[in-house]
């Protein structure tokens, strides 16, 4: 009695080993077919994302604004076994953090509109220099900055970068930049790749109050609400934008060339967000995506995003 009851004991445990195994292979199985099913979702998508850039450059290919057809998210597209989304995020709204060191010289435009952008933040206008030597490649550190000294004797230890930044989230690795700095700051600047020895440049239509004000020290807040026109401004050319009644008085259009080494009506660089619901599993990817003209390409995947 008690062989026959080892025995049955024993069947037992091996069926529910195999039925376990089995039931393991088939969720991989499943799993696997879900990640190659959504990537293929997700091109698809990508290719969306650039039509819908291609269409808008060829309908106004003189300015973009919040108005247009490439701001309108698109959700709960239906397929059999899928719901997709997807959506554009201007990257030129923000100010790009590589524009202070362009080809390892510091560019003083950038670096004196972004001590304001710091200024108007109510932060220690030293975190420009600690950046800075971030990306710069010698080891002379500017007058409030941080260079190999301070990272080295941390723990762990680490290095400046000695490079244009790749991401965003470098900026919790610079001294003097905590969470609470990083969360505020991210609101205003990106990190986007610098095309030959000029800025790239933030759209006047899309860009932040903060960062409307912060083109120079006599624009007001009230100014700046103004041009904002709560994040409806269509503004054509630049000569425009100097002539909106809010900063005309200012005169500067006086200061245009070096002020529009900073500023466009256009934008270049964006950022889209995919999104693959296959039943309960959410597939999420994002690229950025550059439009130098009808031709947007993508320059990057990932699947964190790249604006936070």
């Known amino acids: 009695m008690f062989v026959a009851l080892l025995v049955v004991t024993i069947a037992t445990l091996l069926a529910t080993e195999m039925w376990f195994r089995n039931s393991l292979d088939i969720a991989r199985q499943f799993n696997s077919r ?5 990537s293929y979702y997700s091109q698809g998508m990508l290719l969306w994302a650039r039509d819908i850039l291609r269409q808008d450059y060829e309908q106004e290919a003189g300015f973009d604004s919040h108005n247009e ?18 959506k554009l995020i201007d990257f030129d709204s923000k100010f790009n953090l590589n524009n202070l060191v362009i080809k390892g010289q510091v560019n003083t435009l950038s670096v004196d509109y972004f001590k304001r952008v710091l200024l108007n933040l109510e932060m220690d206008s030293s975190l420009a ?15 409030q900055g941080a ?18 930044f790749v991401h965003i989230s ?43 004000k912060s083109l120079d020290v006599t624009v007001t807040t009230k100014d ?54 296959m039943g309960e599993s959410l597939f ?25």
């Not at 057809?69 to 997807?86: C, H, R, V, Y």
């Not at 947007?296 to 936070?308: E, G, H, R």
């Open 170 to 212: 470098e900026l919790r690795l610079i001294e003097g930049i905590d969470a609470r700095i990083y969360q505020r700051l991210i609101n205003y600047v990106t990190v986007l790749p610098v095309q030959g020895t000029q800025p790239t440049t933030m759209n006047v239509n899309t860009m932040s109050t903060l960062l409307l």
């Open 34 to 38: 879900s990640v190659y099913q959504a």
């Open 69 to 86: 057809g490439w701001n309108q998210p698109i959700a709960g597209i239906e397929l059999p076994d899928a719901m997709l989304s997807g």
């Open 129 to 143: 220099d600690k950046i800075i030597d971030w990306m710069d490649v010698d080891q002379v550190p500017l007058p």
């Open 147 to 164: 260079e190999d000294t301070v990272y080295l004797s941390k723990n762990p230890s680490y290095r400046t970068a000695g490079q244009p």
């Open 224 to 277: 700046a609400l103004i041009l904002f026109s709560e994040g409806s401004a269509s503004i054509k050319t630049l000569r425009d934008f100097y002539k909106q009644p809010a900063i005309q008085y200012l005169g500067l259009d006086s200061e245009a060339k070096q002020l529009d080494k900073l500023i466009s009506t256009k934008s270049n660089w964006f950022q889209a967000r995919v999104d693959v619901q």
């Open 284 to 308: 999420t990817q994002y690229a950025i995506l550059f439009r130098p003209n009808a031709l947007a390409t993508i320059k990057q995947l990932s699947d964190t995003p790249f604006i936070p």
